[in-house]
Structures are given as C-alpha cells and as structure tokens.
C-alpha cells in the first residue's frame, strides 16, 4: 500500500543517520512569539529598516533598544512548545543531527536542543559596540540603550541585521549539515530571507529527501518532496513518534 504523505516523512526521519532541520519563526508562534511576515507580523506594524539595520541603530539606538526591550519582554514570558520539543526527541534519537534555526528566542535550547546553530544570533545576547565584548544579559528592565559593563561602551542586540553577514562559521556550519544530510526537514519560515532561504535547494541538489512543515506554500514547497500543511506543533510530534 502507497504510504501518505505524512507517513513518508515520518518513515524517512526514523530511517535517517543524518538529518538537518531548519526552522523560522512559525516554530515559535504556537508559544506566543510574533512571526515577521504574514497576519500580525512584526513587518506589518514595523519598518525593517528603522528598527532592524545598522544604519537605524546607528541613527536612534534608543528606539531600536526600546522595540528589543519590548519583545525581550515578550519572549520571557514564552515557553517551548511541543514542536521544539519533537525536534529535541529528534536529535536524541538521530545519530548526527544539525539544528539550523533563524530564530533568536533561545526556545530550542530551553526545550533541550543540545547545540542549535543560532543563525541570526540571539536575543538575550548583547555585544559591546566598542570593546566588542558579548556576553549574556537576561536582565528585562535594560536601559535604552544599555552599557557594556566592562567598558561602558555602547551595546547592541548580539543579533544579524539586514545588511549584515551571518557568522561565517555558523553559515560554513549550515552549509555543510545541508550539504550532507539525508533529510532535511523545514519548518515554519516563509524562505524569503537569504542565506537560510536558499538550504533546502542545498540539501535538495545534495541528493537529500527535503520535508516541508508550514501553515502554508512558501517558494520552497515546489522543489520539497513533501510539503506537510499545518501547525508545527501539531504536525512535529506526529511525525517524531
Ligand atoms: P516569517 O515571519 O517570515 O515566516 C514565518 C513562517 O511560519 C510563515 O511561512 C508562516 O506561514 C509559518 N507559520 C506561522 N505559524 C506557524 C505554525 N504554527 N506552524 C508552522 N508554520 C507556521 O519568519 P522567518 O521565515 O523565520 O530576520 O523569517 C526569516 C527572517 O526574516 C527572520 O529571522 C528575521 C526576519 O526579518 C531578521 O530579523 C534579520
């Protein structure tokens, strides 16, 4: 008997030695954080560029701290949800296994995900603009904007903006997990924003089977092998088992 869909996806995870997953902000929405794009995105009530660029830190810190210090606020209150926790079961059961993600919440982590490769840094990180010192600042009532305590120095979100580049040992990272593994599986981004966008035609070329996860079609869904549509949280432990 033909196999589903789903029932696909779910045999080739359990089969896998190598498996690499990347996820968006979709990952994170059933535990309370805004995605970007879409209805009640961040992007619809904000401009990128007077809030997420070097230039508009550079131009108004104060209002770039005060928009951080509000979804620093957000995000505290957040727990994981049964997708961060599927992926965590994953990566315990699956013998080399990469967590890519774009999402800056740490909620991977706190579910258990071992070694996630923070692709767009982390928001409870700050990094000095003058010492270039970083370290982790969890404190929610921060000044806007806040000091470097060892130089007193100007400190920014440790985050990537648009117009800035990723790490380039975490992207070589990512590179190379999509490049080998077996199956890659995408969740929750809506694959517009590159270098993370372009992983799943990475992997594709590479000769792996490539599992979609999304409330929607993205422009990934057309060259995907399977496109599982609905909640990541409902949709993850199903097919972790
Ligand atoms: P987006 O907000 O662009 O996309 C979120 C995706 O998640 C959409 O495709 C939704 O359909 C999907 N989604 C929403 N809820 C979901 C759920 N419960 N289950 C499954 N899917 C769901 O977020 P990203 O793709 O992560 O970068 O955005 C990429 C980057 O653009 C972000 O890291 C950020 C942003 O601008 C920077 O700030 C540099």
Redesign the pocket.
Known sequence: MDLTPDQMAAQRLAQAQRIAVL?????S??SGVP????PG???ESHR?EDL?TPQAFSRDPALVWRWYNWRRGLMAKCEPNP?HHALAALERRTPQFTLLT???DGLHRRAGSQAPLE??GNIWWVRCMDCGARYEERELELPAPPTCRECGGLLRPH????GESLDPRILGAAWRAAARCEVMLV???????QP??GLASVARQAGAFVIE????Q?PNSAEVHVSLL????E?LPELVG
């Open positions: 996820t968006g902000a979709g990952v929405a059933e995605t970007f794009r879409g995105g961040l992007w990128p997420a997708a774009q999402n800056i692709m767009h985050v990537v903006w648009f969740v929750g981004t809506s694959a517009v924003v993370a966008a996860v999304n409330l929607e993205t609905g909640k990541a949280g949709i």
